[in-house]
């Protein structure tokens, strides 16, 4: 494997909001001629930890330096003779993963949140010797949300230099989507959703994982288990309450228009979704494509957690998705 860690750790992103942050080179070795550089920005869900990308991006290097040997040996001048490095970076949102919980409720708020996304790009993926990259936003369940309002705040750059969006196990407006997310929530004192959580953890693994997953891959359901038991379920109140669930996004406005960029909006967002998903059911994850004008690419045997069950067929999918956009660049 070629990934170089970089990046492990808490940084203060503004005064009193510490977060851990995770930055990895992946398929950083030169083993052919071109060699294009991007950043990829992961965004976790609700209440989720960055943890859960792990998977994928070891999965994307293995992808990608397997590319890369392969088209090492073929002719000079061949189009697929082109290296691709990513810079991964990642982070726990505060109170999640590994990030300091704040006990103001007023801290969880996606106003807050894109305020760090916000820094976060600027103060560190946007680095003096990286600030000419493209960069490709990937978002999961409810984390697309808050990359979707850093792209439409009204102070944001012009957006040449955005590649895509990779939207995974998300939805748009759709009817399950616009309530006030679990009302259990927002109704039960915390103490009785502590004594609830082994349950509510059941549940998760329950509708979260496809049945495939949970008779294939028994140590992944444990090891989620141990996981979600763990979650501060005030927290989980926290973000739960602070969501704009209503909140209208307008597609059209995500990315560059196609004359500014010479290239269609839909070939610039990769969605994907868990065939399995009973947590934002796939045709959820269709009216979002349709909303977005794009396909959405269905993984079999996965459900809302398909960066752990599927990291291998992820990583195809996005891969080939980041070299697509990477060559339409080079064209025009």
């Known amino acids: 494997m070629t990934i170089q860690q970089i990046q492990d750790e808490w940084i203060e992103i503004r005064p009193g909001r510490k977060l851990f942050v995770r930055h990895w080179i992946l398929n950083s070795a030169e083993a052919v001629k071109k060699t294009t550089t991007i950043n990829l920005v992961c965004v976790h869900g609700t209440a989720a930890s960055q943890e859960q990308y792990l998977p994928l ?9 397997t590319s890369s040997s392969s088209s090492s040996s073929s002719k000079e001048g061949d189009d697929d003779n082109h290296n691709i490095c990513i810079h991964v970076w990642a982070y726990d949102a505060v109170g ?12 969880y708020t996606d106003d807050e949140q894109v305020q760090d ?20 936003f990937m978002g ?10 850093y792209l439409l705040r009204p102070q944001q750059q012009p957006k040449n230099n955005i590649g895509g969006l990779i939207l995974i196990s998300s939805g748009l407006r759709c009817q399950e989507l616009v309530v006030c997310g679990p009302k259990i929530f927002h109704y039960l004192p915390l103490w009785l959703l502590n004594c609830m959580q082994p349950m509510l ?19 992944l359901i444990e ?8 979650n501060d379920m005030q927290t989980c109140v926290y973000y739960y309450q602070a969501h704009d669930w209503l909140a209208h996004v307008n597609p059209s406005e995500l990315l560059p228009s196609s004359s500014s960029s010479n290239r269609s909006k839909s070939s610039s967002i990769l969605v994907l979704h868990g065939t399995d998903d009973e947590m934002v059911p796939i045709h959820c994850g269709q ?18 957690m398909v960066l752990l069950e599927q990291p291998q067929i ?9 070299k697509k956009q990477q060559q339409q660049q080079q064209e025009h």
Not at 98 to 105: G, H
Not at 140 to 149: A, E, L, N, Q, V
């Open 57 to 65: 991006w070891k999965a994307l290097d293995t992808t990608a330096t």
């Open 96 to 107: 999640c993963g590994k990030s300091p919980k704040l006990e103001n409720s007023s801290s």
């Open 117 to 136: 996304l916000t820094i976060l790009i600027e103060n560190h993926v946007q680095q003096q010797k990286q600030q000419n990259h493209t960069t490709y």
């Open 140 to 149: 999961h369940s409810y984390g697309p949300t808050w990359i979707y309002k």
């Open 201 to 219: 953890t059941a549940n998760f693994l329950k509708i979260g994982f496809s049945p495939t997953t949970h008779k294939e891959q028994p140590e």
């Open 223 to 230: 090891a989620a288990k141990s996981d979600n038991n763990q």
């Open 287 to 304: 009216a979002l494509a349709n909303a977005l004008e794009t396909d959405l690419v269905s993984v079999p045997n996965a459900s809302h």
């Open 314 to 322: 992820l990583a195809q999918h996005i891969l080939a998705f980041i």
